[in-house]
């Protein structure tokens, strides 16, 4: 298991574990960022922050902070 | 007889808007719901019988039924009936991106979920289709229960069966049926405590029956559903939620309820929303036909380059720059025809009513002070259609994603950006543009500081003081210009990074932020949403504006002395006298002079005058003297009212002309000890208190419609005024020490 952030632009990987506080995650699980859902990394913003990855079709956009916390295999 | 009412909701991003315009014929009404700044967005049905008329009213994007947003809330409140002054609806209508079916369907089976009677309309089909997903629309409506249209609607396709599903349904509501489906296989123990919260809903609530099993998993599953006294403090957060109101029993056995769940190993908060999304999983498997896609598709090719290391920023910058220049120097035109509107209709009023205070109440109090309102309508609209553009094309998102890093220094969001770099223009339509940043406490943190930024009304003061008191060669001018530029983004975001710090520390925002594919933008909409935004900033700030403009004239022009009236008449009729007939230009001359002195001298008289001795005092640590302070009270209103009560009070006359002569007679000017009033370090201070003060009644009503609640307005007002006071106070004192 590895942070999401970590993944390099392309590499894909599955969300193993979600470390972010129950109370202040709701609105991404809600988003469709589960335990268990495909994740494709995109790229990094032009100052290295925030990250674009892609999951259910969609692009979405984290900071760092929280991809950090995301935990992938 | 009562209109069916149809509420259309769904994703943001998911054609919602484009629909709604379609079924209405671009004439929807954009207001505001009562207490909140969200907007409100209605019309009638376009080819409805006129028997049954229908209104369709279009909620705000909304990504799931338990809001982070303003915008989120309101939907999720009028679709669980809430909201005093809307019906409850007829018939949903919940838009989904065909291209996007799992998230889309999410919400959707959310919303199918509360009872109403609801349709489900697939939009952007063609899209998904040439992605590879092929959708079995029967199969989904079997899977969903209720009836499903495929449609591209910026096409127009599938809008004629949609249209008569609702005329049928609209004639002969007593044929629709409602099929309660859920689409959670929740774990057993979750589910019993959620029926036992649905039983005790439907006997504290049975108006609201048919809601109560949706209600109960809300209530469940969101921590935020439960009122807590953090969301009740504010009444912004919660404005509409007055009937809501829950028994304290009820809170109880909801509270208990996550407690039984918690000691049980159940995670309340998570659990819902995974068994959705492995239904929804099982669905998409179920009704899709997947094709290989294409090696690559167009969206995702712009954004290489768009969001690239070199490019991205570039792009950015330009379009930036070029927005700017645009709104500067396209709005030019118009604005001058505005301002010489304006003039000729206050002199042709002027000229058909007898003299007197009711004239000049008319065309200096009421039509001037509308005058520079609308003078800024041709940058607000400007700004509005390239906003719209920006949103609707989807680039804004990516504006935010390239900022985000910058914003985020200062605690704020990439959001964050488009409200600030809006009020370089006008703090008005930047503010209204913090619509989009879900916290409330970074929104509040935008909305304090965006007024910090350098707005064009600030431009005539800068200039007028620059030819006045800066030396006119080696680049002074324009480089002080692009100084009092820097200094205000420079106080924007150093206090944007205290009022983070201290009063509204939050937990660091999250950012989630979707980012959309690009799109062409669909113009009528984009110019027509240009126009109803518009048309709510004249409507808001103009009334306030010309309030306070009316309050102005009367205390610039009031009281009147008998005897400095007798003095100037006496003056007139001896020019009278005296003047050859026609006068000699010398002669005109010297009554136009006089006329100025006329006016110089009643405004020194006046209350304004009096005023701005008052606060003398206040004003001489700065190097004020009380000319400048009635300049300083008159421009309370709007910053550019300094420039014309200058032109007054050193007997210029007040047209926007003279800026030229202005400068000239300000350099000239002395104080009592002889020595030069305008030195470069008066001008410097001066700016510099421009720079930060407030000095804006209409920026003040807006934050005041924007917070729903006067403490914010006052505070902003406070901090700006003190913050302009303390900087100008250090510049001079400073600059003093320093000799110059």
């Known amino acids: 298991m590895r942070p999401l952030s970590t993944l390099i632009p392309g590499e894909r990987a599955v969300v193993a574990r979600i470390d972010i506080p129950p109370e202040q995650r709701g609105r991404l699980l809600e988003m469709g960022l589960l335990p268990g859902t495909p994740v494709e990394l995109v790229r990094f913003a032009p100052l290295g922050d925030p990250v674009e990855i892609k999951l259910r079709n969609y692009h979405l956009s984290l900071r760092k902070l929280e991809a950090d916390k995301i935990q992938v295999h | 007889m009562k209109p069916f009412t149809v509420v259309l909701t769904g994703n943001p991003n998911c054609g919602k808007t484009t629909l709604f315009n379609a079924l209405t014929g671009l004439r929807g009404r954009v207001g505001n719901y009562a207490g909140v700044t969200v907007e409100r967005k209605e019309g009638s049905l376009t080819g409805a019988d006129a028997r049954f008329p229908v209104t369709i009213l279009d909620l705000p994007g909304t990504y799931a039924l338990s809001p982070q947003s303003p915008d989120e809330q309101i939907a999720r409140d009028i679709l669980f009936q809430r909201v005093a002054d809307v019906p409850a609806p007829d018939l949903v209508v919940v838009v989904v991106d065909a291209s996007n079916l799992q998230r889309n369907l999410y919400f959707a089976t959310q919303v199918i979920e509360l009872g109403h009677p609801t349709l489900l309309t697939l939009n952007m089909v063609d899209v998904a289709r040439d992605r590879g997903h092929d959708i079995d629309t029967d199969a989904l409506s079997k899977a969903l229960g209720v009836p499903v249209i495929p449609m591209v609607a910026s096409q127009g396709e599938g809008l004629e069966p949609l249209r008569q599903s609702i005329r049928s349904q609209a004639s002969s509501p007593g044929t629709r049926h409602v099929i309660p489906r859920e689409f959670n296989e929740l774990p057993e123990a979750f589910g019993r405590e959620a029926q036992a919260i649905e039983t005790a809903l439907e006997r504290h609530f049975p108006h609201r029956s048919r809601l109560a099993a949706a209600e109960a998993l809300l209530l469940l599953s969101d921590e935020r559903a439960l009122p807590t006294d953090k969301t009740n403090t504010d009444g912004n957060t919660n404005g509409n939620t007055a009937n809501t109101r829950y028994p304290e029993a009820l809170i109880e056995q909801v509270l208990s309820a996550r407690r039984r769940l918690e000691a049980a190993g159940v995670d309340w908060r998570s659990t819902a929303i995974e068994a959705r999304y492995a239904r929804l999983f099982a669905i998409e498997q179920h009704v899709t036909r997947e094709t290989p896609p294409p090696d690559e598709l167009l969206s995702d090719r712009i954004d290489r380059v768009v969001t690239h290391r070199v490019w991205g920023p570039l792009i950015f910058v330009t379009v930036m720059a070029l927005m700017f220049q645009s709104i500067f120097w396209l709005a030019k035109y118009p604005m001058d025809g505005i301002e010489a509107a304006v003039d000729a209709l206050a002199q042709w009023v002027g000229s058909s009513m ?317 104080r009592d000890d002889g020595r030069k009033t305008y030195t470069p370090l008066t001008g410097l201070t001066l700016m510099v208190f421009y720079v930060f003060a407030m000095q804006c009644v209409s920026t003040v009503a807006v934050v005041r419609r924007e917070t729903n609640s006067w403490k914010w307005p006052l505070f902003q007002t406070v901090y700006m005024t003190s913050l302009a006071w303390i900087l100008a106070f250090l510049t001079y004192q400073v600059g003093t020490r320093l000799g110059f």
């Open chain 2, 354 to 670: 007898p003299p007197g205070d009711l004239n000049d109440l008319i065309t200096r109090g009421a039509i001037a002070g509308v005058g520079s309102v609308v003078i800024f309508l041709p940058q607000i609209c400007l700004l509005f259609l390239f906003i719209g553009l920006l949103e609707d094309t989807g680039y804004m998102s990516r504006a935010a994603f390239l900022m985000d890093r910058l914003m985020s220094r200062v605690g704020l969001h990439g959001k964050s950006f488009i409200p600030m770099l809006s009020s370089f223009a006008c703090a008005i339509p930047g503010i209204m543009a913090t619509r989009t940043i879900e916290t409330r406490q970074d929104r509040l943190a935008t909305i304090l500081v965006a007024p910090l930024m350098s707005c064009s009304a600030r431009l005539p003061v800068y200039t007028v003081l620059i030819a006045a008191c800066i030396p006119q060669h080696n680049g002074w001018p324009g480089l002080t210009l692009l100084m009092m530029y820097l200094l205000g983004i420079a106080g924007a975001l150093g206090m944007a990074w205290i009022f983070k710090k201290t009063l509204l520390r939050g937990e660091p925002p999250m950012l989630i932020l979707e980012l959309p594919p690009y799109k062409r933008p669909m113009l009528g909409a984009v110019l027509r949403q240009m126009w109803d935004r518009s048309k709510l900033f004249l409507k808001r700030a103009g009334t306030v504006i010309l309030g306070i403009n009316i309050l102005l004239w009367f205390l610039a022009t009031y009281p009147r002395s008998s005897e400095l009236q007798h003095q100037f008449d006496q003056r007139h009729a001896q020019w009278k006298q005296a003047a050859s007939n026609p006068p000699t230009p010398a002669e005109t001359e010297t009554l136009k002079r006089l006329d100025q002195e006329e006016a110089g001298e009643k405004l020194r008289q006046s209350f304004a005058g009096r005023l701005g001795r008052a606060i003398e005092p206040a004003l001489k640590p700065l190097g004020f003297d009380w000319k400048i302070g009635i300049g300083i009270v008159t421009s309370f209103a709007a910053r550019e009212v300094f420039v014309s009560t200058l032109s007054v009070v050193y007997n210029v006359g007040g047209d926007s002309e003279n800026t030229a002569s202005l400068a000239e007679v300000m350099k000239s000017e002395r």
